[in-house]
């Protein structure tokens, strides 16, 4: 299995905080990409990262911000969350366009 | 930008029968077009891929086979077993930098 840690894998949080979703991997790959599965929508993707501090908006941003500091992390920030945010989150990363996507085992995010 | 729609959402088959999920897609500069499985609980997985300068690719039990006239690809499972139960989706891949852009998935059951 491709090195890839999602933290937290569970999480329930108040509407209106902020949350931080960490991608971590071990391979060394260039790109990173933040979806979230929901049921009638498939994978959507929300942001992706193509290099350090080289990153860009997806098909479901708003909402959402990312950074990547460093080659091995992918932070995702919901800053106020919202019960629309409520979703499976998943991870992915690749060493290139084109490449194997390889995906984390998700976070369950739940916002009441 | 790309866009893939993915049919059916819901395929039910008897253990050892074939099974079928067609997925269409928009930009004909799209080239690359990969199929993930995911099982409960788990990220998706790349089960099989196919180029744009290929018609057909088979890997055991499954193929996948590529139209680029129509814009169609699909991806065939034969010989059902249970443990193929699971959601399928599809990807295309566009010319350039932007990311995969997955069909909704079709969830798959096998009854034995």
């Known amino acids: 299995d491709a090195g890839i840690t999602q933290s937290p894998r569970h999480k329930v949080t108040e509407t209106g905080t902020p949350v931080t979703l960490r991608c971590h991997q071990t391979?060394?790959?260039?790109?990173m990409y933040w979806y979230r599965q929901d049921p009638g929508h498939g994978l959507r993707l929300i942001h992706y990262?193509?290099?350090?501090?080289?990153?860009d908006k997806g098909e479901v941003s708003d909402g959402y911000s990312v950074s990547r500091s460093k080659t091995e992390d992918f932070l995702l920030t919901l800053e106020s969350a919202t019960s629309s945010q409520t979703s499976v989150y998943f991870c992915?990363?690749?060493?290139?366009?084109?490449?194997?996507?390889?995906f984390g085992q998700g976070t369950r995010l739940t916002v009441v | 930008g790309e866009n893939v729609e993915q049919h059916p959402s819901t395929l039910s088959v008897q253990e050892g029968d074939s099974a079928v999920i067609k997925c269409t897609y928009s930009?004909?500069?799209?080239?690359?077009f990969p199929w993930y499985k995911q099982e409960l609980g788990k990220g998706p997985q790349l089960i099989i891929d196919i180029r744009s300068n290929v018609g057909e690719k088979k890997d055991q039990r499954i193929a996948v086979t590529l139209n680029k006239t129509a814009k169609h690809f699909s991806l065939h499972i034969t010989e059902t077993q249970p443990e193929d139960s699971a959601v399928y989706f599809c990807?295309?891949?566009?010319?350039?930098?932007?990311?995969?852009?997955f069909g909704k998935g079709t969830r798959l059951s096998v009854i034995a």
């Open positions: 391979e060394n790959h260039r790109y």
């Open positions: 990262s193509y290099g350090v501090k080289d990153t």
């Open positions: 930009d004909s500069a799209s080239n690359y």
């Open positions: 990807a295309a891949l566009s010319s350039g930098n932007t990311p995969l852009v």
């Open positions: 992915a990363i690749s060493d290139g366009q084109g490449l194997e996507a390889f």
